[in-house]
Nanobody
Framework: VQLVESGGGLVQPGGSLRLSCAAS????????MIWGRQAPGKGREWVAS???????YYADFVKGRFTISKDNAKNILYLQMDRLKPEDTAVYYC??????????????WGQGTQVTVSS
């Protein structure tokens, strides 16, 4: 099983980025998948989840700005991030498990992709 994130980078406040998480070794349609992030000096926090039935859930601090989705045919998880703020700066990770878990308990994690929001 492997998760590989991409799409991070430097963006100005108010800008947009789309992160991708390519999955191999399992099918995204059968796993509960999430995005988490870790800012410098802080613990990892949950950002968004998408269930096997495509129900999406968001942390309050990204609600209305971020959109989680997946393409099961391509086995890719996405995170569309709009109206980015400097406080969104973090390493973003995708994770997967057979069902919802406590954040630290997700079985599979990617290596992360850096997102920096700065002018």
């Amino acid at each position: 099983v492997q998760l590989v994130e991409s799409g991070g980078g430097l963006v100005q406040p108010g800008g947009s980025l789309r992160l991708s998480c390519a999955a191999s070794g399992f099918t995204t349609g059968t796993y509960h998948m999430i995005w988490g992030r870790q800012a410098p000096g802080k613990g990892r926090e949950w950002v968004a989840s998408i269930t096997t039935s495509n129900s999406a859930y968001y942390a309050d601090f990204v609600k209305g700005r971020f959109t989680i989705s997946k393409d099961n045919a391509k086995n890719i998880l996405y995170l569309q991030m709009d109206r980015l703020k400097p406080e969104d700066t973090a390493v973003y990770y995708c994770a997967a498990d057979l069902g919802p878990q406590a954040l630290s308990s997700y079985k599979y994690w990617g290596q992360g992709t850096q997102v920096t929001v700065s002018s």
